[in-house]
């Protein structure tokens, strides 16, 4: 276990986050009359072979546009400058600065900052992708930091090495709810209100979060260590967002493609990204990066660009039904599957009780009929039945996208590009779980927590009951569009590479193998949450093991933890890849311990199926 604290491994990414970078001699700062401050940091990404993003925001005392000079180096005090140029920041961008540096050496490690004013920002480091043979490449893999819920202990601890070339982050890079919403009640207790205290929606409701956020010490240090490749999932919009709405949206919040254009906005502000090219869409985030002849890194948009509304099981969910003959409207007699409909036919929600070991139909009218008539309440010791057939066949309905069609070949053209050009691993940056996990049983779930699941999503009770009987977990997810799903499976078996899929999105730990329906073509490592609670701690707290009963049902999952919060260190070579799963002890309060609680690797194929995971020491 690592005691926190800046060691001197992190020494570099603790300088960032403290004093000013040194003058680099050689390099005029702008004139400017004014005071300025760096109070946000610096950040790099997108990192090519031979460019990459740098980005910083200042912050001056007054407005209009500021002169900022961007430099470049080999070494930590900029004196040894590499390439150098003047952007003018403006309040049209909100003060953030960003450049796009071109003309670098591939593979190389550079240093950057920034000067205004007579001011100099922290320094960070960067790299560029190498070309050509690349032995070994270490990502770090994080998503969900919710400011409310919690300190940003993961990024601090994530800041302390110096063994990381990339960090990846897959979404949920803020969170949009006001002090009413998601975490309010914590964030009263540990002093993280969000700002502003409303809930996001519009502009500079949108910049002001992603300014609070990167006032952190953690994430400044997080980003001033290494380039980040990042994307949105919903929360940088809106919950459970999708192509033309969200969960988290209603019609009295205004038009929601208004929104999402002020959303979209401020992230490509804030974060270091390169913009879309002229006439691409905002949407289109989806992008690749090559890491010389070890991993190429797909990276892709599953929220904004095409994705339909997903299923709703609290209103949606089609439950079993069971057809009674009412010729006698007083002694209804259940009809079998043989037996044809009649003309006084009524189907009502088939009631099921357990006889043995067996889950039975009650098809006597007279025990049924009371409780088919006072639903949704059924007695202990009665269960309701989802559909799963009127399930799938809306999940399967041909007009229901999660990427697009343009994404879907998009994607087939870059894993095959990928594995003509002799890369060993093609890596999917990917929001939502892709492999498929049916829901656990918890439908003995206690009284007590069933209530306060209810008040955090309606609806939840029945559904509770429910999961006697399987069927997916959630329908945001890939599980939702299980057509798109088999499509880029197909494409991903075609390709005949060694995918590897991350995963954020879900505050759990993953490590999952994707199964096409002819073996194993993929592994999945989903990254647990920064700071965000899972659903296996709210179900802890009664004393029920959430973790164990997706297993349980799952057999595909080798390994869930939502009780943890952290990181994943993802090391690749030609060899292996390996998967270490770090977490902190604790993200209510700064004095946290740092620990290593389980790692697999996966062992490259040559053939269209890739190798199993194996627990790893």
Not at 109 to 122: I, L, M
Not at 436 to 442: N, S
């Amino acid at each position: 276990m690592t005691k926190r604290g800046w060691t001197r491994r992190g020494a570099l990414a603790a300088a960032a986050t403290g004093a000013a970078a040194a003058c680099a001699p050689n390099v005029e700062t702008p004139p400017y009359e004014g005071a300025v401050a760096f109070n946000h940091g610096v950040a790099s990404g997108d990192p090519k072979q031979d460019r990459v993003i740098i980005w910083t925001r200042i912050s001056p005392e007054q407005p209009g546009d500021v002169p900022v000079r961007w430099i470049v180096a080999r070494n930590q005090e900029l004196t040894d400058v590499v390439k150098t140029g003047v952007i003018a920041a403006s309040e049209a961008r909100d003060y953030t600065v960003k450049a796009d540096v071109t003309g670098l050496r591939p593979g190389a490690p550079y240093f950057y900052g920034f000067r205004a004013g007579g001011v100099s920002s922290p320094v960070g480091r960067t790299r560029t992708m190498p070309r050509g043979s690349a032995d070994t490449a270490r990502l770090a893999v994080v998503s969900c930091s919710s400011y409310a819920h919690g300190f940003f202990n993961a990024y601090a601890s994530l800041a302390q090495r110096d063994d990381i070339d990339l960090v990846v982050h897959l979404g949920d890079y803020i969170y949009e709810y006001g002090l009413a919403g998601y975490g309010g009640d914590i964030a009263i207790q540990l002093g993280r209100v969000p700002a502003p205290e409303v809930e996001c929606q519009r502009l500079d409701d949108y910049r002001a979060r992603h300014a609070q956020y990167k006032t952190e010490a953690e994430l400044q240090a997080a980003h001033a260590m290494a380039p980040w490749v990042v994307v949105w999932d919903d929360h940088e919009m809106a919950n459970d967002s999708f192509a033309s709405g969200a969960e988290n949206h209603d019609e009295g919040e205004g038009q929601f493609a208004a929104r999402k254009q002020a959303a979209l906005q401020a992230y490509y502000e804030w974060m270091p990204i390169r913009d879309p090219a002229p006439g691409r869409a905002f949407e289109a985030i989806n992008r690749s990066f090559e890491y010389g002849d070890l991993f190429s890194l797909i990276m892709l948009e599953t929220r904004l660009l095409a994705r339909t509304q997903p299923l709703d099981y609290a209103t949606q969910l089609p439950v079993r039904m069971q057809r009674w003959n009412f010729t006698s409207p007083t002694a209804a007699v259940a009809l079998r599957d043989h037996e044809p409909d009649t003309a006084t036919m009524q189907r009502l929600p088939a009631i099921y009780e357990e006889i043995g070991a067996e889950l039975r139909p009650v098809l006597d009218w007279r025990r049924a009929g009371p409780m088919a008539q006072n639903l949704p309440n059924v007695p202990s010791g009665f269960f309701l039945a989802p559909d799963v057939d009127a399930i799938n066949a809306l999940l399967n309905a041909p007009e229901r996208q999660l990427m697009g069609t343009a994404q879907e070949q998009w994607l087939a053209d870059e894993l095959n590009r990928s594995k003509r050009g002799g890369a060993t691993w093609q890596v999917i940056g990917n929001q939502v779980l892709m492999a498929r996990v049916d829901a656990p049983d918890v439908s003995n779930t206690p009284p007590q927590l069933a209530a306060a699941l209810e008040r955090l999503r309606p609806g939840v009770t029945q559904l509770l009951k429910l999961t006697r009987f399987p069927f997916p977990l959630s329908t945001d997810s890939w599980d939702g569009y299980p057509a798109a799903r088999a499509r880029v499976l197909s494409t991903v078996r075609a390709a005949g590479g060694n995918t590897l899929v991350l995963t954020g999105d879900t505050h759990t730990a993953w490590a999952n193998e994707i199964d096409d329906g002819q073996g194993r073509v993929a592994v999945e490592f989903g990254a647990t949450s920064i700071t965000s609670p899972s659903e296996a701690e709210y179900f802890a707290s009664a004393g029920v093991d959430f973790n164990a009963a997706v297993r349980a049902r799952n057999a595909h999952v080798k390994y869930n933890d939502g009780l943890h919060r952290g990181y994943i260190v993802l090391t690749l070579t030609k060899q292996q890849a390996t998967a270490e799963f770090f977490s902190v002890s604790t993200v209510l309060s700064k004095d946290y311990e740092t620990a290593r609680v389980a790692a697999f690797t996966v062992a490259p194929d040559q053939g269209p199926s890739i190798g199993a995971i194996t627990a790893a020491d």
